[in-house]
């Protein structure tokens, strides 16, 4: 069975280094996990615990005022704050929030061990999250619940998880800008999810129209498997269409087996997505080794341009998929990227 992902926004971790920032006295640079976080100088020390808010996260103004610098407050899912960015301060990238442990509410905590346990739910921190592109009346229900929702780990976060499997080879592919769009063959059933929501059948909506153009109800049925089949939606409208495209691509970058709850190889993904005429996320490498490679360095190699735009287009990031039969994947989003942007 695999594993289900499931994105932890503010947790306790240690402080693993204090970097100065050229010509700053007043804010430096403090390590947490693979992220560099600036604050004021001489606030923590290496080993301290605090609490790390990742960036996406929603962070209540009754949490952190200061992050609203005065103004009013946005507001997302009713709760006034506001989202969590990549900035640069002094020219030093800023990757995340630290607030001290006196935040949290009294607890019987194992301060022997704390570090990764999920504070998110007592603080009132969540994941931001861009307008729903449905509403439940485009809905016949929520994801469904035998397929894994598409997502990938940061490698800031699990680099010292991930870099033990590096003697082993990684497909690497670019990971695109759009919308999540998975469509699914279950015991007779075909259907049409977004991010959320699996969709009513509509000749309106781009997800079930995609669908209809490579003819995939049809094509899963022959296959006679119960899969899922997942990729990243773009064009005109999605996400700010970055690689200016007038018409929607879909783009395969995984498929899974609902039957065992595990995701096909990178190999086998190739092979099905060409059996069936469908087009993969743009794969740069299939038999790359990471062996010796950092946490920066992937990040270094995040960076560059996309393959699906125009040449001056930055490319949103990397994603790395080992090739056995066991999940391992996770991706690097390009500083560069979020940095123009502006998330």
């Known amino acids: 069975m695999e594993e289900v992902y499931v994105r932890k926004m503010a947790t306790i971790q240690a402080v693993n280094g204090v970097y100065p920032i050229e010509g700053a006295d007043k804010i430096c640079q403090y390590g947490i996990q693979g992220w560099r976080v600036v604050d004021q100088v001489g606030k923590y020390k290496v080993g301290d615990f605090v609490v790390f808010a990742e960036v996406d996260s929603w962070i209540p103004t009754t949490l952190a005022p200061f992050l609203s610098k005065g103004k ?32 949290l509410p009294e607890n019987d905590w194992n301060w022997d061990d704390p570090e990764g346990i ?7 921190i969540v994941k931001w999250e861009p307008p729903p ?18 997502d990938q780990e940061r490698v800031q976060t699990c680099y010292g998880d991930v870099s033990r499997y590096f003697d082993q080879t990684f497909e690497v592919t670019e990971k695109c800008e759009g919308s ?3 469509v699914y ?15 009513k059948r509509s000749d309106e909506n781009t997800y079930w129209k995609m669908a209809v153009q490579f003819d995939l109800e049809n094509k899963l049925k022959a296959l006679g498997k119960n899969i899922a089949i997942q990729g990243e939606l773009c064009g005109p409208k999605i ?3 970055i690689y200016g495209h007038d018409v929607f691509y879909w783009f395969v970058f995984d498929v899974f087996n609902i039957d065992t709850f595990s995701y096909y190889t990178p190999a086998d993904r190739r092979a099905l997505t ?26 270094t190699m995040a960076d560059g341009y996309s393959v699906l735009g125009t040449t001056d287009t930055r490319r949103e990031g990397l994603v790395f998929k080992a090739n056995t039969a066991e999940r ?7 500083n560069l990227y979020l940095e123009k942007v502006k998330e």
Not at 76 to 95: C, D, V, W, Y
Not at 133 to 150: C, H, L, Q, R, V
Not at 185 to 199: M, P, T
Request: contains cysteine.
């Open 72 to 103: 009013e407050p946005r507001v997302f899912n009713e709760i006034p704050g506001e989202k969590l960015r990549t900035i640069r301060l002094r020219k030093a990238l800023s990757q995340g929030l630290l607030l001290p442990l006196d935040v």
């Open 133 to 150: 592109e449905f509403t439940s009346a485009d809905a016949k229900g929520n994801f469904p619940s035998y397929i894994i929702k598409t």
């Open 274 to 299: 060409k059996e069936l005429g469908l087009v993969d996320v743009p794969v740069l490498k299939t038999e790359a080794s990471l062996a010796g490679e950092t946490c920066e360095s992937l990040l």
């Open 328 to 334: 391992i994947s996770f991706k690097a989003v390009s």
């Open 118 to 124: 999920d504070v998110s739910e007592l603080l009132g």
């Open 180 to 182: 999540s769009m998975t």
């Open 185 to 199: 063959y279950r015991d007779g059933e075909f259907g049409v999810a977004s991010r959320n929501l699996d969709l």
């Open 239 to 241: 996400c700010g269409n």
